[in-house]
């Protein structure tokens, strides 16, 4: 069992990496972000599990949103109270996330690439 010096670090630790990732984002509002966030995680993958059910060869979050009728909302709506097509589910949300990320990134590594190109040796 850690004594109390150890769990005073320990916090003092979480604090400071805490702090790091927020930035200067003043805490309520950090707070209220990832507080936001996790719901919303919460119930795409809850709507995602809802619509696969029991059967495994449903796999909702590849569907297109095109597939998804009237039906099936109203009812996803009057059973679960919500509805959340394909595309917004959280996972998909932070897939694109992740690539328009990577596209940022190559572009700014080839404006940077040009840029480096133009300077004189």
Do not use: C
Not at 3 to 20: C, G, H, K, T
Not at 48 to 59: K, M, R, T
């Amino acid at each position: 069992m850690p004594s109390n010096q150890q769990r005073a670090e320990l916090q003092r630790q979480i604090w400071q990496i805490a702090n790091e990732v927020r930035g200067s984002v003043d805490g309520w509002d950090f707070k209220q972000y990832v507080l936001g966030a996790l719901f919303y995680r919460f119930i795409s993958e809850n709507f995602a599990l809802y619509i696969n059910g029991d059967d495994e060869n449903v796999h909702y979050a590849v569907l297109s949103d095109d597939v998804i009728s009237s039906e099936i909302k109203d009812d996803a709506i009057k059973t679960k109270g919500y509805f959340i097509y394909p595309s917004q589910l959280f996972s998909n949300v932070a897939k694109n996330l992740e690539i328009l990320k990577t596209i940022t990134r190559i572009k700014s590594e080839k404006t940077m690439l040009k840029i480096l190109s133009l300077l004189p040796i």
